[in-house]
């Protein structure tokens, strides 16, 4: 696991896409998995203006979201598909036959979520999976005690997650109680995961994900697994982890992540940032 820690939000959001659009454009064949939630807008904000002024391009791409609520269909305003239409879908080049989650309107719930494993199988699996992490210290809905080896699958959402997500709603009483969401071991099955974090209300729950031991009560310290995982974070949601000089320390150090400590490349939005005069190509970080 990899700790970026930015001054603040904007900082952190603006590595994140930066991170997405070079691999969009090292590959524009991408399969992406995405997140919903606050956080997230931020991110598909920067990736739509990437588009709009640098011509990200993503036509070949495919994406799969991790969850949507059972029993909304796309069309339902408070529907993830809504939320990524409005986000991100509509803003760019996507098409829209190539942009995934799962059918919360399904009759057969578990026939959807079989329908969705396979249906990311055939895409040749996810290459880049952003990532959120909910106060419940969930990934997608995988809510405390979800086993670390679960694949999409339906979950009851805790009171934490309904606290949190139900003033999203028009009317808070019409969040649905259930979810439909890719399991912890379907997320671990990401080539890369980059999870982004922010704000002082997710300090503890990072620094138990990052720092604690892993547990199922705790679905995003399964990410402590995973080969190849870059944690992006502003400095109050890190502000609880013990280690972050070591983790600063890293960032300043490594060259892999120099092209994203080089703020003249920052000009560059989604565009091909300059390559520095005699230096070899950095390796992608992610
Ligand atoms: C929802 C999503 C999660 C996301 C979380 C964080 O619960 N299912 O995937 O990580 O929201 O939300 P926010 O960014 O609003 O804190």
Redesign the pocket.
């Known amino acids: 696991m990899e700790i970026v820690i930015r001054p603040d939000a904007e900082a952190a959001t603006d590595l994140v896409a930066r991170v997405i659009a070079k691999e969009l454009r090292d590959n524009p064949r991408l399969v992406m998995g995405l997140?919903?939630?606050?956080?997230?807008e931020s991110v598909y904000s920067r990736l739509v203006q990437m588009h709009r002024e640098a011509g990200l391009d993503f036509s070949g791409c495919h994406t799969f979201n991790?969850?949507e609520y059972v029993g909304l269909s796309g069309s339902h305003r408070n529907s993830y598909r809504h939320y990524m239409n409005h986000n991100l879908f509509l803003n760019v080049n996507v098409d829209l036959r190539n942009t995934h989650l799962p059918n919360g309107a399904a009759a057969d719930i578990e026939a959807e979520c079989e329908r969705y494993e396979k249906l990311i199988a055939e895409c040749g699996g996810i290459d880049l999976q952003l990532?959120?992490?909910?106060l419940a210290g969930?990934l997608?809905?995988n809510e405390p005690v979800s086993s670390l080896r679960s694949r999409t699958r339906i979950k009851v959402l805790s009171p934490l997650?309904r606290a949190?997500?139900a003033p999203l709603f028009t009317s808070p009483n019409e969040m649905p109680r259930r979810a439909i969401t890719m399991g912890v071991g379907t997320i671990l099955e990401a080539r890369c995961c980059l999870l982004l974090a922010t704000g002082e209300d997710k300090a503890e729950i990072v620094a138990r994900a990052i720092e604690g031991p892993v547990t199922s009560m705790i679905s995003a310290t399964a990410l402590q697994f995973h080969p190849h995982c870059v944690v992006v974070l502003d400095e109050e949601a890190a502000s609880q982890l013990q280690e972050t000089d070591y983790y600063r320390w890293i960032f300043e150090n490594e060259p892999q992540w120099q092209l994203y400590r080089d703020q003249s490349n920052v000009a560059h939005l989604g565009g091909r940032p300059a390559k520095p005069a005699g230096r070899k190509k950095e390796v992608a970080p992610v």
């Open positions: 997140a919903t939630g606050r956080t997230m991790l969850d990532l959120g992490i909910g969930h997608g809905f997650t949190q997500n």
